[in-house]
């Protein structure tokens, strides 16, 4: 059963970190480009980054260019995003996904709560 | 920015419905890269359409899409309560990023 699991959110005070995770199993993890996408009540879906299967090629939404870093670790089929210098906007459910010109397949989602 | 898509759509069941998804000449007019997405509430979205037109396995025939220009279709034939849900679209852009909708609440009356 093809399955994408994400953790690591919770809260955290602006200007904080935070590493997301997003282990997938039931693919051959390194033949895909991975995509992070957010969910917000008031701005819907929001595409955040992709990476290539090798982890060479990466791309980011101007939103989070410089702030976020998205990178994977095929021997774990693991996907990971970096955030740093979170904002009280950056509060959302994340999510990763399969593929970058389709969200193939997604996960349950985690949520991650900028407060002070 | 944002594709743009109706805030609501209803009918009955065994209606047809159609919803909305429109972009630009730099994403929905630029490729066959429009999907479609179903999300049931407090779940991930699911794809029911890939491709503009393309039904991933075990997704119901009564969903079908279509593109013209700078406008993309999804129409649910045969409307049942569990079709209930919210939809999105997206589509590939020519700066190599992905744009989604802003999203349609479907209601089964």
């Known amino acids: 059963q093809v399955q994408l699991v994400e953790s690591g959110g919770g809260v955290v005070k602006p200007g904080g970190s935070l590493r997301l995770s997003c282990e997938a199993s039931?693919?051959?993890?390194?033949?895909?480009?991975m995509s992070w996408i957010r969910q917000t009540p008031g701005k819907g879906l929001e595409w955040l980054a992709y990476?290539?299967?090798?982890?060479?090629?990466?791309n980011y939404a101007d939103s989070v260019k410089g702030r976020f870093t998205i990178s994977r670790d095929n021997t774990k089929n693991s996907l990971y995003l970096q955030m740093s210098s979170l904002r009280v906007e950056d509060t959302a459910m994340y999510y990763c996904a399969r593929d970058r010109s389709i969200a193939a397949l997604w996960g349950q989602g985690t949520l991650v709560t900028v407060s002070s | 920015s944002a594709l743009t898509q109706p805030a609501s759509v209803s009918g009955s069941p065994g209606q047809s419905i159609t919803i909305s998804c429109t972009g630009s000449r730099s994403d929905v007019g630029a490729y066959n890269y429009v999907s479609w997405y179903q999300q049931h509430p407090g779940r991930g979205p699911k794809v029911v359409i890939y491709d503009v037109n393309n039904r991933p396995s075990g997704v119901s025939s009564r969903f079908s899409a279509s593109k013209s220009g700078n406008t993309a279709s999804l129409t649910i034939s045969g409307l049942q309560a569990e079709d209930e849900a919210d939809y999105y679209c997206s589509s590939f852009t020519t700066s190599n990023t992905l744009v989604f909708g802003t999203g349609t609440k479907v209601t089964v009356l």
């Open positions: 990476i290539s299967g090798s982890g060479t090629y990466t």
């Open positions: 039931g693919l051959t993890f390194s033949d895909y480009y």
